[in-house]
C-alpha cells in the first residue's frame, strides 16, 4: 500500500465523528456500525446511487462508479471506478464514512484493502423486491433520511399492489427474457426480474436453472416454446430469432424491448419497469386471444 493511502486513512480515523452508534446487516449478513449518520458516501453500485437520491440523500456522495447515471444529478459526482477496478487513492482523499459496493466482482481485493485501512464498507445486493425497499430503508437508516423513506416506500408499496391486482388473474404467458443476445444470457428464478415476469402474470421460461443470469443456446430456446420474448439488450428477439418461426413469440411477433435502466436495477423506480414488462406482456396476450 502506498504511503499516502495510509496517511489519508489515518487523518480520516482521527476525525470520524463521535455519536449514536447505528448498526445495519448488509446483503451479505454482515453486520456493520457505524458511529453516527453518515456524511460523506463513495457509491460503487449504480443502483445505491439512485436509492440515495429517492431518499434526498445523493447530496452525501462524494464519488461515484463509472454507471451511476441516474437522476442527471448523478452524472457530476467524480467517478472513482468502475467494475473492474477502483482508484484507492482517489477514494482514500475523499474521506467517505461509507463505501457501498457489490460483493462480487473483480475489485473485492482493493474493497478488502480499504477496510483493512479502516474504512466501512457495506455490500448492497437486493434478490427480489422486498429486498429493494429493505435496502432503502438501510440506506436512510445510516443517513437519518427516515421520513424521506417512510413516504417513497408507501408509495412503492402502492403501486406494486395496484400492479399485482391489475394482472393476477390473466392468462398465464410463457415468456423468454433476454439479458443479452450474443452470446444469449437469461434469467433463472433467482433474479428479481422474474419476480417481475410473475406479478405481469408471465411465467419465465427458465425459472429453474440455477446460476441467477445463466448463459444457453438457441436450442433451448426453441424448446421452450415462449409465446413472448423480452429483450433488455436493445436486440429485439426478431433479430436474434428472425429465421425461427416454430417459436411461438416469433410466429405471433410478440417481441418486445425494454430498457436494461428500468428493469435492470434494484431500486424503487423498478416499478416504471414492472410497468413496460406488464403491457408487452398484456399485448402479447391480446394478440393471442385474437388469433384463437
Known sequence: ???????????????????????????????????????S????????????????????????????????????????????????????????????????????????QLQQLGY?????DPKNLQQIENSLMTFARLTNRMVQADARVQQYRTELAALRQSYQNRRKMRVFYQVWHEPIYTISGNSFINEVIEICGGI??????????????????IAGRPEVIISQSGHRGDS??????????VHHLTLYSISADDIGRPTVNIIKGITSMCHSIESARQKYSVSQ
Open 240 to 249: 436474434v430469432f428472425p429465421d425461427f418461426d416454430e417459436i411461438p413469440a
Open 120 to 124: 466501512a464498507v457495506f455490500y448492497s
Open 1 to 39: 500500500m502506498k504511503p499516502v493511502l495510509w496517511l489519508f486513512s489515518w487523518l480520516f480515523l482521527c476525525s470520524f465523528g463521535v455519536g449514536a452508534a447505528t448498526t445495519v446487516v448488509d446483503d451479505t449478513g454482515r453486520k456493520l456500525t457505524l458511529a453516527g449518520p453518515v456524511k
Open 41 to 112: 458516501i463513495v457509491s460503487l453500485v449504480p443502483h445505491a446511487t439512485e436509492q440515495l437520491f429517492e431518499i434526498d440523500a445523493g447530496d452525501l456522495i462524494v464519488g461515484a462508479g463509472a454507471y451511476s447515471n441516474y437522476p442527471e444529478a448523478a452524472k457530476a459526482i467524480p467517478r472513482v471506478g468502475d467494475y473492474y477496478t477502483l482508484n484507492l487513492e482517489q477514494i482514500v482523499s475523499l474521506k467517505p464514512d461509507l463505501i457501498i459496493a457489490l460483493p462480487d466482482g473483480p475489485t473485492l481485493q482493493q474493497l478488502e
Open 204 to 221: 419465465n421460461i427458465f425459472k429453474d436453472l440455477e446460476l441467477p443470469a445463466p448463459q444457453i443456446g438457441i436450442e433451448s430456446v
